[in-house]
């Protein structure tokens, strides 16, 4: 309930372009990562390459931790919006499946296309309590996935294939509030974490997050 009230409340900026060329990229705005910029995902994923043996997700939560997302959760922690007990961001690779038009053309968009989309928030009051910052950035995400479809002109028919997620939660690991740490969810987040990714169990092949396993049905 807490969640939909802070979506419903216009938390939500909308989704912005980071690239105009494949491999495309969105972030989406919110009032809570709005004062902290945009991190440039693209640059974080394309920095770790996939390999046959993992994704680019699964590598850059493994080696690009400390060089890519604690910058940018320090940023969330000194200029974001919210409570700054906890901050979060998550990245989604998506593959999606675009047919070729009827009657050709359209040749840019059609095939396999990959799409990066991510966000990120701080822990955010609400009436009677608090939505967690991992909840809010994991479910924006999926929340908007139905849209990029619209948002690049593929039509109706295009199809999510796969989707790796990273869900990363950090904090201030001093009292002079220099360096991030690891910070891992609560189990009513691991419980909200699971009912958010769980509609998406199909169609999930990776989730890289801090603790244990999500039990989301995939």
Known sequence: MSYQSLMAGGFVRGLLDQSVRNPRSLWIDNTSCHGAGIPNISHWIGSFPSTPQESSIVRL??????????????????????????????????IWQVPIPVGGGGIHDQGQRRVMIGTGSLNRDVN????????????????HLDQIPGHYNWGRQAQLQSIDILIYTGKWSNKSKTSVQDFLPCGSCVKTLADVLRPRAQQIANVSNLGKALDYGG
């Open 128 to 143: 009677k309590g608090q939505v967690h910052c991992e909840h809010i950035t994991t479910g924006i995400i999926m929340d």
């Open 61 to 94: 939560f493994i080696q690009g931790t400390n060089t890519h997302i604690k910058p940018y959760i320090r940023d969330l922690l000194n200029n974001g919006s919210g409570n700054d007990d906890a901050a979060a961001v998550s990245v989604a690779l998506t």
